[in-house]
Nanobody
Framework: QEQLVESGGGLVQAGGSLRLSCAAS????????MGWFRQAPGKEREFVAA????????IYADSVKGRFTISRDNAKNTMYLQMNSLKPEDTAVYYC??????????????????WGQGTQVTVSS
């Protein structure tokens, strides 16, 4: 079973940047499409970004497009989310997820088979 561990969250001022990492436990990481989701207090989990198994295809939520960049390094079994120009409304717990055996990135949480524990991102105004 794939284990995912997020890191890189923290407290940052509006306009600042953070880089999240998601480390995967299995060699099959390179065969899985991956995604980032987030959940703010009192809100449902929402899609942020996703990337194909090869890294050649990416998709983003409209709210983060142009500010966030998803990437992956299959040699290191790690996925990243570079977050720039952060806003207070980006405050949430961020989760990485793996879509086992899928080549292409998807937006729906129910497509993903494995989830990390999450990392808190707090953006102060």
């Amino acid at each position: 079973q794939e284990q995912l561990v997020e890191s890189g969250g923290g407290l940052v001022q509006a306009g600042g940047s953070l880089r999240l990492s998601c480390a995967a436990s299995e060699r099959s990481f390179g065969s899985n499409a991956m995604g980032w989701f987030r959940q703010a207090p009192g809100k449902e989990r929402e899609f942020v970004a996703a990337i194909s198994w090869s890294g050649s295809s990416t998709i983003y939520a409209d709210s983060v497009k142009g500010r966030f960049t998803i990437s992956r390094d299959n040699a290191k079994n790690t996925m990243y989310l570079q977050m720039n120009s952060l806003k207070p409304e980006d405050t949430a717990v961020y989760y990485c997820a793996a879509d086992r055996g899928a080549a292409y990135p998807l937006r729906r949480a129910y497509n993903y088979d494995y989830w990390g524990q999450g990392t808190q991102v707090t953006v102060s105004s």
